[in-house]
């Protein structure tokens, strides 16, 4: 989905924040994107270094500034992508004002997240699993839960529209992960 969404809206170079272990990265790469990884966890770094000697790869998150970034890199990136990473951030607000750092004028974001709805978080509790979904015992596990709203509110109050929204996996408003595409507001 990500790879369709960056081929129609005629992205070339992308910053994958969140990286990982570089699986998106060298997706991207492989389908001739100009691709970079940020990831703050220094094996996750380590290893997609590792498998995709060439492709650059940063690690720090985004809490960090991103001037070694920007000072790195000859131009502004077209989209900065962001998969399943915004729930483990304890400051959810800096990765858009990271990605805004690192964004040509009017580029765009893509942030996948867990969907969060009225209707899945309902049959959560009707089930009897909500414990089971939120355990605050999972040691590096979620702790924000995002709903399209409060995604969407997020990323506008923070110099992005969104222009789209998709549920991903399951089925229709007990998707597993949702994907939200956002243009950043001209700044000039």
């Known amino acids: ?4 969404i960056f081929r129609n809206v005629g992205a070339h170079r992308i910053c994958d924040i969140g ?10 790469h ?16 380590g290893i997609a270094r590792k498998d995709l000697p060439g492709v650059h790869f940063y690690n720090l998150g985004v809490e960090e500034d991103p001037a070694d970034i920007l000072s790195a890199e000859e131009d502004p990136f ?8 915004i729930e483990h951030l304890f400051s959810p607000h800096r990765l ?29 509790s009707v089930l009897g699993k ?17 709903s399209r709203k409060t995604l969407t509110q997020l990323l506008e109050e923070n110099g992005f529209t969104v222009i789209s929204f998709r549920g ?7 998707w597993k992960s949702m994907v939200l595409v956002a243009r950043m507001v001209w700044t000039s």
């Open 1 to 4: 989905a990500v790879i369709e």
């Open 19 to 28: 990286a990982g272990n570089g699986a998106l990265v060298g997706a991207l």
């Open 30 to 45: 492989s389908a001739g994107f100009d691709v970079v990884g940020i990831e703050p966890d220094p094996q996750g770094v």
């Open 78 to 85: 077209d989209a900065v992508v962001s998969t399943e990473v």
């Open 96 to 124: 858009p004002f990271f990605a805004r750092a690192l964004l040509r004028d009017g580029g765009y974001l893509v942030v996948s997240t867990p969907y969060h709805g009225y209707l899945k978080n309902l049959a959560l």
């Open 130 to 146: 909500w414990d089971d979904h939120h355990n605050p015992l999972w040691r590096g596990g979620h702790i924000k839960f995002w």
């Open 168 to 174: 991903v996996g399951r089925v229709l408003w007990f």
